[in-house]
């Protein structure tokens, strides 16, 4: 059998400034056994783009691609 | 399973000095204290429409696949042969300490938690959909509208 041996020594935090915990996601100040989180995630591609669309030119191998206009 | 001898202790505490939380929202929880089991989950239809959510309909989340994949499964050949890992945890200090927290905002199943879990599932599956009216057919020429 394996054993595996965590020692936690002390543990002092000053602050912790945080904008957001978002879905399905934890924030904990102590201590836990197990943690799963699973997240799935569908949107429109375009639906992603947060800001000004920026003017790219066409990637090099443009031309070999398929099904993308 | 802990350790114990004179410089350990079994259980920690956490210790914070301020909390300041401006918005918890879909489900989200805030706790002080312990915890046995989490099983946190968000099911989500974001859905942008053109035509008005009064006339346009319902919508299911059974439509979309992403709803009913399965979960991915954790392959572990060796937790399958018995070789199972046993952690020994030694806690030099009683307390954690935390001077202060700021947090803008928590949301959809989120678990902000101070204090000790035991185990937290979570599981957010989210789509994002636009619907726009079908388009109706044009009748062919001559026929009365």
Do not use: W
């Amino acid at each position: 059998m394996l054993q595996f041996t965590v020692v936690n020594h002390h543990l002092c935090v000053g602050q912790i400034e945080i904008l957001g915990v978002s879905s399905a996601s934890m924030l904990q100040v102590g201590d836990t056994d197990s943690v799963t989180l699973y997240s799935m995630f569908d949107t429109p591609p375009e639906s992603v783009v947060v800001g000004p669309l920026a003017p790219f030119p066409l990637p090099e191998d443009a031309g070999g691609t398929m099904g993308e206009a | 399973m802990n350790v114990q001898d004179d410089h350990t202790y079994p259980i920690r505490t956490a210790n914070v000095g301020s909390i300041c939380i401006i918005s918890v929202a879909q489900a989200g929880t805030v706790q002080f204290g312990d915890r046995a089991e989490t099983h946190a989950k968000i099911r989500a239809l974001a859905l942008q429409r053109q035509e008005d959510h009064t006339t346009a309909g319902d919508i299911f989340f059974e439509s979309y696949s992403l709803f009913y994949l399965p979960l991915p499964a954790l392959v572990d050949p060796d937790y399958d042969n018995g070789e199972v890992v046993s952690v020994i945890r030694a806690n030099c200090s009683p307390n954690i300490t935390v001077g202060n927290i700021q947090v803008i905002a928590a949301g959809s199943s989120a678990s902000i938690q101070i204090g000790n879990g035991m185990e937290m599932t979570g599981e957010s599956r989210i789509k994002h959909i636009r619907q726009y009216p079908r388009p109706k057919p044009v009748p062919p020429v001559g026929c009365p509208f």
